[in-house]
């Protein structure tokens, strides 16, 4: 079993910065991809970006490409995302997740999710 926390969520003005941690509990994080996704009130879940498990690969949306960072610290069991400029569109309730399997792009169907942490950018 995993268990997923995400933390790090909050209300920022556009061209902002956050920078949001997702701990896992377990002892073999390195072997779970990690992905981000967000979901914004009447939408469905959308990916974000995901990380592979050991080798650090990394692939993202083109709505984020630029702009957010995802890592990971398997020391600490804990993936990053880090987002700059953010833009209004960027508010959503963001979630981690992950899977055996890389990359986390369909938010199906995917062995462990976090509670999410509410985003909020200001115009």
């Known amino acids: 079993q995993v268990q997923l926390v995400e933390s790090g969520g909050g209300l920022v003005q556009a061209e902002g910065s956050l920078r949001l941690s997702c701990a896992a509990s377990g002892r073999t994080f390195s072997s779970y991809a990690m992905g981000w996704f967000r979901q914004a009130p009447g939408k469905g879940r959308e990916f974000v970006a995901t990380i592979s498990g050991s080798d650090g690969r990394t692939y993202y949306a083109d709505s984020v490409k630029g702009r957010f960072t995802i890592s990971r610290d398997n020391a600490k069991n804990t993936v990053y995302l880090q987002m700059n400029s953010l833009k209004p569109e960027d508010t959503a309730v963001y979630y981690c997740?992950?899977?055996?399997?890389?990359?986390?792009?369909?938010?199906?169907?995917?062995?462990?999710w976090g509670q999410g942490t509410q985003v909020t950018v200001s115009s």
């Open positions: 997740a992950a899977d055996l399997r890389y990359p986390l792009i369909r938010p199906f169907q995917l062995d462990y």
